[in-house]
């Protein structure tokens, strides 16, 4: 069974950079992360749950939602099963629960995943002075 876990969350100032980490356990014979698209969302304090950023399984360009596009890049270590979320000049608005998932299954035009196969347990960041 698919398992992620998200790392690399924390305490940062504004204009600071912080780099999550989502790492995939558990796949079936033959597949690995790089099997999957990969989203991440995050969810601050009495907001709903916004989608930042994907990865398609097939290559093409990442999607960015407009609030962190130019600031935020995704990547992937297939030796490592790993997806990051590379963030840079964070702001205070930034601050949210920040969530991984994966899905087989993928939008043509985004690259993110039409169902969740999995979700991380979320990994707090904050950006404060």
């Known amino acids: 069974q698919l398992q992620l876990v998200e790392s690399g969350g924390g305490l940062v100032q504004p204009g600071g950079s912080l780099r999550l980490a989502c790492q995939g356990s558990?796949?079936?014979?033959?597949?690995?992360?790089?099997?999957?698209?990969i989203a991440w969302l995050r969810q601050a304090p009495g907001k709903e749950r916004e989608k930042i950023s994907c990865?398609?399984?097939?290559?093409?360009?990442?999607f960015y939602a407009d609030s962190v596009k130019g600031r935020f890049a995704i990547s992937r270590d297939s030796a490592k099963n790993t997806v990051y979320l590379h963030m840079n000049s964070l702001k205070p608005e930034d601050t949210a629960v920040y969530y991984c998932?994966?899905?087989?299954?993928?939008?043509?035009?985004?690259?993110?995943?039409?169902?969740?196969?999995?979700w991380g347990q979320g990994t707090q960041v904050t950006v404060s002075s």
């Open positions: 998932s994966a899905g087989t299954r993928e939008y043509t035009n985004t690259g993110c995943p039409v169902r969740s196969d999995a």
């Open positions: 558990g796949f079936r014979f033959g597949f690995s992360l790089d099997s999957y698209a």
């Open positions: 990865l398609s399984s097939l290559g093409g360009s990442p």
